[in-house]
């Protein structure tokens, strides 16, 4: 007689033991395997017979994924059928195969052949918002909203419309007053740019050589 590797488990289980560890009552479990919805792994053709619905382990931890679906997401058991007819006439493993989610009381997966997620049944796809995409295109917008043309750089102008019609660096809304009035509190060149990082040299010393503004 041929040794069987110690290492390998084969487990079977009752209705009875199926209903303790998954908290699905035997006529549940009989109801689900008479409609096609979920049929033991090991099962006789006569189900009247006795022990003729056998469980695997596989079984009863796809069993208790669709136990949790049910009772702790609320997902219709109609929706559940219409997801196995959606995936092809699942086997019982692929509940385990496959990364579910619930949304709505529907199931999402992931379509590995997309990369994306979507709603089973309807097909929809999941919208995802790439939020570090979001960040470094806002910087990228500012940046580039702050930027100047090269002829405005050391320039001064005034405008009807900015910082009510003062004396400004071209090109900004920083009043050349300010400026001032932190070079005659002592500050460096260097000192005012740290207040304005978008500003330059040439901005500073025009600000600063500039005739007092009012």
């Known amino acids: ?35 096609n919805f979920f049929k033991p792994s090991f099962a006789a ?18 069993l208790r994924v669709i136990a949790s679906l049910i009772n702790q997401f609320n997902v219709p058991l109609q929706h559940l059928r219409l997801v196995i007819a959606k995936l092809g006439n699942m086997d019982n493993a692929a509940w385990l195969r496959t990364i579910l989610y619930v949304l709505n009381r529907k199931v999402i997966f992931d379509d590995h052949q997309s990369g994306r997620r979507r709603e089973v049944v309807s097909g929809q796809y999941m919208i995802g918002i790439e939020l570090e995409n979001v960040l470094s295109d ?26 009510h019609n003062s004396l ?13 009035e932190f070079h005659e509190a002592g500050f460096t060149v260097e000192n005012i740019l740290l207040e304005y ?18």
């Open 138 to 163: 806002t910087r990228r917008d500012i940046a580039s909203l702050s930027k100047r043309s090269e002829e405005k750089v050391g320039e001064i102008e005034k405008s009807r419309n900015i910082a």
């Open 1 to 35: 007689m041929q040794r069987k590797d110690s290492t390998v488990v084969v487990s079977a289980f009752t209705e009875e033991q199926v209903e303790r560890l998954t908290s699905l009552a035997v006529s549940r479990l009989r109801y689900w395997d008479r409609t």
């Open 45 to 62: 053709s006569n189900r009247r017979a006795s022990y003729s619905r056998v469980y695997s382990f596989t079984d009863i931890a796809s």
């Open 168 to 180: 400004v660096i071209s090109g900004t809304r920083i009043p050349i007053r300010s400026i001032q």
């Open 197 to 214: 990082p978008t500003l330059t040299d040439a901005d500073i010393l025009a600000a600063i050589n500039h005739p007092k503004a009012a």
